[in-house]
């Protein structure tokens, strides 16, 4: 059970509609690999091209070693979990998730040791004569769940599986099924418009934008060395700035605004006076109580106090609007209206050249293949 998936130059068209170009991905054995990206960006739509269920209109799409193109749905041994559950209504739990290995003929006895198995792994043994309408979503969620991995697929696909659940059900779900398929040990491909969720569970991640992977990579990398602009915006929250590197003397300084602070992560091969544009999240801007120093000027227009962290939002001198979160303080609280300063995290913040489409520091790590 469980096999690598290697898609190559991959294409999609409706009619005179291209909406996946050309697109190359190996998804390694074994892993949860999650397609994120906005809607429309073509990552329901591959998922239904592995499963069998949209056509091909070019590539070569791979379980292991063999070619699965023109391989019917059914013999392609994969299990799939959808957004609307598609459980039999008429069914029990335990039918339901018997019903994949009744259609494989497999023994009686067989069928009713694995459901059991199953049933407990996912956690709904003691609902197992229960009718689905007297499941919650999360528990029908579950149910899909157990029937999909019942009949030990090659392959498990997930399209927005937790998208019609309430935020609480939906944190509780991203954690059951990132815990099952790490016992289980399948591969697994998993589709959701939600950063937060691809975060929590995902092995790695392909974050697509208009038919085209973007970036791949852990959740880590993701998010603290994005490729380009478009991830760095998609991925978290972000405040989005121009700026100018300045190489002088043998050092590089990024230029904001008339604040200019040395910057020691820029590769190599990118240290050249240039416009560039920059991401820098909400925790990178620390708030200086030295009003003298050099740094961002700005007004705070709101505070919002969650808790451990206070978000406090800003108007800087240039008009721009940025949000800084940092932990709360018992003492000090930033009233709307005073002034503040504010300090570039140099170490954390991203630099990408005029148009956004290169981060220029080191530390970017893309699995995407011909990614320089």
Do not use: W
């Not at 063999?66 to 799939?80: E, F, L, S, V």
């Not at 416009?275 to 820098?280: E, G």
Request: hydrophobic share 35%.
């Amino acid at each position: 059970m469980s096999t690598n998936i290697t898609i190559q130059h991959a294409k999609k068209q409706y009619g005179n509609n291209t909406v996946i170009p050309d697109l190359n991905v190996s998804i390694r054995k074994g892993e949860l690999f999650t397609l994120l990206g906005p809607s429309g960006c073509g990552k329901t739509t591959l998922l239904r091209m592995i499963a069998g269920f949209n056509s091909i209109e070019g590539g070569d799409f791979y379980f292991g070693d063999t070619r699965i193109n023109d391989m019917n749905p059914g013999k392609r041994n994969i299990g799939m979990v959808f957004q609307n559950y598609a459980i039999f209504p008429n069914m029990t739990v335990r039918k339901n998730v018997e019903f994949g290995l009744k259609n494989r003929k497999v023994p009686k006895d067989e069928i009713a040791k694995k459901t059991e198995k199953f049933l407990k792994l996912v956690q709904i043994d003691e609902y197992a004569d229960r009718m689905p309408d007297r499941l919650s979503g999360g528990q029908q969620q579950r149910v899909a769940l157990a029937r999909a991995l019942i009949i030990e697929p090659d392959v498990l696909l997930m399209d927005e599986p937790l998208s019609n659940l309430d935020a609480k059900l939906r944190v509780e779900m991203r954690t059951i099924i990132k815990n099952i398929q790490h016992d289980v040990g399948i591969t697994t491909v998993y589709v959701t418009h939600d950063q937060e969720e691809a975060m929590a569970i995902s092995d790695r991640i392909a974050v697509m934008h208009g038919g085209v992977i973007q970036h791949i990579g852990t959740p880590k990398n993701i998010y603290q060395r994005p490729s380009n602009l478009f991830v760095a915006s998609f991925i978290g929250r972000s405040n989005l700035l121009d700026g100018r590197l300045l190489v002088k003397d043998e050092k590089t300084y990024l230029c904001v605004d008339g604040y200019q602070t040395e910057i020691r992560t820029v590769a190599a091969k990118h240290k050249k006076s240039q416009n560039v544009k920059l991401s820098i999240r909400p925790e990178e801007l620390l708030i200086s109580d030295d009003e003298t120093a050099a740094g961002l000027k700005g007004i705070v227009t709101d505070a919002v106090f969650l808790g451990l962290n206070t978000h406090y939002f800003v108007k800087l001198d240039n008009g721009c609007d940025v949000e800084i979160i940092q932990e709360s303080e018992l003492t000090v609280t930033r009233e709307i209206g005073s002034r503040v300063n504010l300090i570039i995290n140099t170490g954390k913040v991203n630099v990408f050249n005029e148009d956004g489409s290169v981060n220029l520091l080191t530390g970017v790590q893309n699995d995407l293949e011909g990614h320089e």
